[in-house]
């Protein structure tokens, strides 16, 4: 029964090494979080206080809706933004936008959060 065990612990093990191996050239993303947990990060973070209170836009702060700057960025460009700064268009964000050195998940959290909103 024990070497069954381990038998399957080791088939396992060797079958996710040997699909993270064909998968290397792909991006990791974390699992899918609830938008729920994203509603609370824009919270957490005060992004309506810059972006709106419905987040379409305040200023010179472009609306995070799917229709305006979130629909530009996929879940990978998105966590580049939130996590350092990096835009796919001039390099880094320009303040007032603050870099949040935000976890992954939590980018992709806010990404789900935004991407439920209407468009």
């Known amino acids: 029964m024990r070497i069954n065990s381990i038998l399957l612990c080791s088939t396992t093990l060797a079958l996710s090494v040997a699909f993270a191996a064909t998968t290397s050239g792909a991006p990791s993303h974390p699992p899918t979080p609830t938008f729920m947990a994203g509603k609370v ?6 992004c309506n206080s810059c972006h709106g209170a419905n ?13 305006g700057i979130t629909g530009r960025y996929n879940i990978t460009g998105w966590e580049n933004v939130l996590g350092g700064g990096y835009t796919k268009h001039d390099g880094r964000v320009k303040p007032p936008m603050p870099v949040f050195h935000m976890k992954p998940a939590d980018a992709a959290a806010i ?9």
């Open 41 to 46: 990060l824009v919270a957490k973070y005060h």
């Open 111 to 119: 990404y789900q959060y935004l991407y439920s909103l209407p468009r």
């Open 55 to 67: 987040l379409k836009g305040k200023g010179g702060a472009p609306s995070l809706h799917v229709s």
